[in-house]
């Protein structure tokens, strides 16, 4: 699933995605994992003049990135869109009683899909949410969390996308680190954690081994 020349790549997502990027400029890519990739591949590709968008908005759950999927996706004539989403679905209902069911997050998660592939030919990277047990009352969230991981799982390999298998990779990553090392409140990554991201999306998309 190579890059051509070209091609458009939008990252859209919650806060992990924002990462402080600027509003008011299109171009921003924030300071995370987004900037990270499109960093390697502009050094990796530069004949190919690839363009990179950073969609993501602090606080979003997946009904969010329905309401402005057109807007804020699809209107940019994708050719690869990479969604990450899903820990501020858990999140809002751990703090406030929001609830998104399993069954909810998966409707309206294979809605952006399949909005997408009606408009679109491009290619998909689904990234998995995660949390780590930091501070210790993030271990509450797994059984929300944990059905929606599933979600993104058998939705990638439903439609044949891409996935980046975040929750296991941050695990395994804690053993080498303490969680908090990865990210402080268990959710919002560190620098080494964005690095994970990056690592992993490029894996995923077969650019790095």
């Not at 994708?78 to 009683?97: A, C, E, L």
């Not at 309206?108 to 501070?135: G, H, N, W």
Request: some cysteine; hydrophobic content about 45%; glycine content about 8%.
């Amino acid at each position: 699933m190579g890059l051509k020349d070209n091609d458009v790549i939008v990252f859209i997502g919650d806060s992990i995605t924002d990462c402080g990027r600027n509003y008011e400029d299109a171009s921003s890519l924030g300071v995370g994992y987004a900037l990270m990739v499109a960093a390697r591949l502009g050094l990796q590709y530069p004949e190919k003049k690839l363009a990179f968008f950073n969609r993501g908005i602090n606080g979003n759950r997946v009904v969010d990135l329905q309401e402005r999927w057109d807007r804020d996706c699809l209107r940019l004539n994708p050719t690869w869109v990479s969604i990450y989403i899903g820990v501020n679905d858990t999140w809002r209902y751990m703090d406030s009683g929001q609830e998104t069911t399993a069954a909810q997050f998966e409707a309206a998660y294979r809605d952006l899909i399949d909005r997408t592939k009606k408009s679109s030919e491009a290619k998909l990277v689904l990234v998995e949410p995660f949390v780590l047990p930091v501070p210790d009352d993030r271990k509450t969230w797994r059984r929300d969390l944990d059905p929606k991981i599933h979600v993104v799982r058998e939705l990638a390999r439903e439609y044949g996308a891409l996935l980046v298998p975040l929750d296991g990779l941050f695990a395994a990553a804690s053993m080498k680190a303490e969680p908090a090392f990865w990210a402080g409140d268990g959710v919002h990554p560190s620098p080494a954690g964005h690095a994970l991201i990056a690592d992993a999306w490029l894996k995923a998309v077969g650019v790095i081994n």
